[in-house]
Nanobody
Framework: QVQVVESGGGLVQPGGSLRLSCAAS????????IGWFRQAPQKDLEGVSC????????YYQDSVKGRFTMSRDNAKNTVYLQMDSLKPEDTAVYYC?????????????????????????????WGQGTQVTVSS
């Protein structure tokens, strides 16, 4: 069973950059899509970006398009989220989650349409979260 762990959060000024990492163990990410989600204080968990390892298709939430980029290092079994031109509204706890490829219909649905939490969660594994704070 795959397990994922996030790292790379921190405090950054508006306009700055951070790179989050989602490192997997227990199984190869060749069999999983990876999604990045975030939860700001007093807001719901939202999908930020998702990628399928089956065909490489990616999805980005409109608010992060052109600023965030997902990439992957197969040798390290790790997926990255490069976040540039950060804004205060990007402040949140960021989570990565792994979803078996066979469960993916579209990456947009992976990010927006699947049950995420509790016993009905569609995802195989969630990380513990990493805090990103964008503030001057």
């Amino acid at each position: 069973q795959v397990q994922v762990v996030e790292s790379g959060g921190g405090l950054v000024q508006p306009g700055g950059s951070l790179r989050l990492s989602c490192a997997a163990s227990g199984d190869t990410l060749d069999y999983y899509g990876i999604g990045w989600f975030r939860q700001a204080p007093q807001k719901d968990l939202e999908g930020v970006s998702c990628v399928s390892s089956r065909d490489g298709s990616t999805y980005y939430q409109d608010s992060v398009k052109g600023r965030f980029t997902m990439s992957r290092d197969n040798a390290k079994n790790t997926v990255y989220l490069q976040m540039d031109s950060l804004k205060p509204e990007d402040t949140a706890v960021y989570y990565c989650a792994a979803l078996e490829n066979w469960k993916i219909t579209t990456v947009q649905n992976m990010c927006e349409g699947l049950p995420r939490v509790g016993p009905q969660s569609a995802f195989a594994s969630w990380g513990q979260g990493t805090q990103v704070t964008v503030s001057s």
